[in-house]
């Protein structure tokens, strides 16, 4: 996740000139599910709850994009692409240690937890909400979702 985040950030920064904080991103995609083995016990919302971790060490601007990692919450079509939008989104892009698309992602969740039809509707909502903002963050961007890739390391000569 934390790679594809820091792909679509450089992405947007270097190819727009976008003010996105593309440290901020990657931090908070390594981040982003700081709370789900506790939550697994717990049930609490592990979102929320990774907010609530890192804003106790003092990380108030990573836990406010870890706060809106599963539902993004208010965005606007039209503005910047905001690091919030990217981690959400690239949440979005990997199942396990997979990059997928959209659709083999949401697919995946209706699969696993859409068995009660207002649960597979909120997650079809999630998914419309999610391909608005795909359409956004490459409508600004020299290559296509399908081409997002990690970069991998530069190897040495051997
Ligand atoms: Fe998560």
């Not at 003010?19 to 506790?38: C, F, N, R, T, W």
């Not at 208010?74 to 199942?95: F, L, M, Q, S």
Request: net charge negative.
């Amino acid at each position: 996740v934390a790679q594809v985040a820091r792909r679509v950030a450089e992405g947007l920064h270097e190819h727009r000139g976008e003010p996105v904080d593309v440290g901020l991103v990657e931090a908070a995609a390594l981040l982003h599910d700081i709370a789900k083995a506790l939550c697994f016990e717990t049930h609490l919302d592990h979102a929320a709850e990774g907010g609530r971790i890192l804003r106790g060490l003092g990380l108030e601007a990573v836990a406010t994009l870890v706060e809106r990692h599963v539902i993004l919450g208010a965005w606007d079509p039209e503005g910047v692409v905001t690091e919030a939008e990217i981690v959400n989104y690239a949440d979005k892009r990997v199942r396990n240690d997979q990059v997928v698309s959209l659709t083999e992602r949401f697919d995946d969740l209706i699969v696993r937890y859409g068995a009660r039809p207002e649960i597979e509707a909120r997650i079809r909502g999630n998914w419309a909400v999610m391909a608005a903002v795909e359409a956004k963050i490459f409508a600004r961007l020299p290559f296509t979702p399908a081409e997002v890739r990690p970069r991998r390391p530069a190897r040495g000569p051997r």
